[in-house]
């Protein structure tokens, strides 16, 4: 089978998956649109290796969400710095079972929302999400503080960060390969500005004058 004129059956084939998972793939990004060849959409070696990167990747344990993320700042999937998620997630059950979600209708929706984003990840009746999110929601609940309120900030968080990552990924859409690994650095100044505002810090006056001429 030549493997560069693929058309899409042929393609799902030759990746081990059905034709509606390619077609999702790429309504999601995670695989370039096809080329045409007259009213044939036509694959090529570029799509069979991405999709295999992908399904090698989600059986290390990464969720699409970071697929798209880490494509997104341009590093392949086979690089070293996509994250395993079974090496770096938290078991958060305990606490939402202290929370009793199901009696909680905000608080189901949060998580609710948060599932579908991939920034909290199900398995069996197990919920598991970063470390860095499930060490700050335990200190949260050690605090004293309403576990609830914590997910409802989590869930708003979302709500800013998915058009603020629409503007990294266009960004950083028109660099080349190498230059798109900015999108990393752009999220982490996107990060820290937001950490500056929650802490309220003041480095400067806000009276203060920037003089490009001086």
Do not use: C
Not at 7 to 25: D, H, P, Q
Not at 88 to 97: K, M, R, S
């Amino acid at each position: 089978m030549e493997t560069d004129r693929l058309s899409l059956e042929e393609l799902s084939a030759a990746a081990g998956m059905t034709a509606r998972n390619v077609r999702a793939y790429q309504t999601k990004g995670l695989i370039p649109p096809p080329s045409r060849a007259g009213r044939r959409s036509v694959y090529g070696t570029e799509h069979l290796h991405r999709l295999q990167a992908i399904e090698r990747a989600r059986r290390r344990g990464a969720s699409l969400s970071l697929i798209a993320a880490h494509l997104a700042e341009g590093r392949p999937l086979d690089d070293d710095t996509l994250v395993d998620w079974h090496r770096t997630a938290e078991d958060i059950t305990p606490l939402l079972e202290r929370l009793d979600i199901q009696r909680d209708p905000a608080a189901n929706a949060h998580v609710g929302e948060l599932l579908r984003a991939g920034v909290f990840r199900t398995e069996g009746r197990r919920v598991y999400t970063g470390r860095e999110l499930a060490e700050a929601l335990t200190t949260v609940q050690r605090q004293g503080l309403p576990l609830g309120v914590a997910l409802g900030i989590a869930q708003r968080a979302l709500q800013a960060a998915v058009p603020l990552a629409e503007t990294i990924r266009e960004s950083v859409a028109v660099l080349d390969g190498s230059a798109a690994r900015a999108g990393r650095n752009l999220g982490e100044v996107a990060g820290t500005v937001f950490r500056h505002v929650i802490r309220g810090d003041r480095s400067a006056d806000p009276g203060d004058q920037f003089d490009l001429d001086r």
